[in-house]
């Protein structure tokens, strides 16, 4: 770690205090988390969507991603399927109410889970539907 000539104290200050916060760290994570970001897959209904869901955990694949959309009053899905990096836990749900989400997001937070990825999108019916991915190391 070298400063330029020119640090100023507020340069100092952070860059020591970086240092510190960093040298306190027993580990970082060495598991390639570049990998959840792959392909999706095609838009699907909340039935085939399920059954992809399904096959594609029991093949040892978690959905790092999930995307939900309103197409002429139907619910759409689609993810992206990587494999487990590490984590020791991993809960996926789709198509929840603001209601339901912030119940499930706050079981999984009181649990040990972290949010992974969350989005939503307005259903027919005017209300929002959220999608999200939660998981434990």
């Known amino acids: 770690n070298s400063r330029p000539s020119n640090s100023d104290q ?7 205090a970086l240092w510190t916060a960093f ?3 027993s580990s970082f994570v060495t598991t390639d988390l570049f990998d959840q970001y792959g392909t ?3 838009w699907m209904d909340g039935a085939a969507y399920q059954s992809k869901f399904n096959s594609e955990a029991k093949a040892g694949k978690y959905p ?3 995307e939900g ?3 002429t009053g139907t619910g759409l899905y689609r993810a992206v399927f ?3 990096p590490g984590f020791s836990a991993w809960a996926s749900y789709n198509g929840m109410s603001c209601q339901t989400y912030k119940s499930t997001a706050a079981s999984m937070a009181s649990s040990g889970y972290e949010t992974a990825s969350l989005q939503s999108y307005v259903s027919s019916d005017g209300t929002r539907r959220y999608q999200g991915t939660w998981v434990k190391w």
């Open 69 to 71: 959309f309103n197409s």
């Open 40 to 42: 999706y897959a095609g």
């Open 82 to 84: 990587a494999r487990v």
């Open 10 to 16: 507020f340069s100092s200050d952070l860059d020591n």
């Open 64 to 66: 790092s991603r999930v």
């Open 23 to 25: 040298n306190g760290t």
